[in-house]
């Protein structure tokens, strides 16, 4: 598939080139909490009933406004 995208804006065009990039430091961040929430260790050590709350509230978060605004984590 072809696109042909034009831009009036430098920083319309810096957003659409790095959109990919974001994508992924949003997958990286998502996995970092799906590890925290499955294992339950953050950072080396055993992970707190609060951390794995803050954590599990965060991603689940992070997963509403991905959903609501149409788009697609999963690679």
Do not use: C, S
């Amino acid at each position: 598939m072809k696109a042909i995208l034009e831009f009036d804006d430098e920083q319309e065009l810096r957003d659409a080139i790095d959109g990919f990039k974001w994508r992924m430091i949003v997958w990286d961040l998502d996995q970092l909490m799906r590890t925290v929430t499955k294992h339950g260790y953050h950072n080396g050590r055993e992970a707190t009933e609060e951390e794995l709350d803050i954590t599990d509230h965060w991603r689940t978060k992070l997963r509403e406004l991905i959903n609501n605004d149409g788009l697609n984590l999963e690679p």
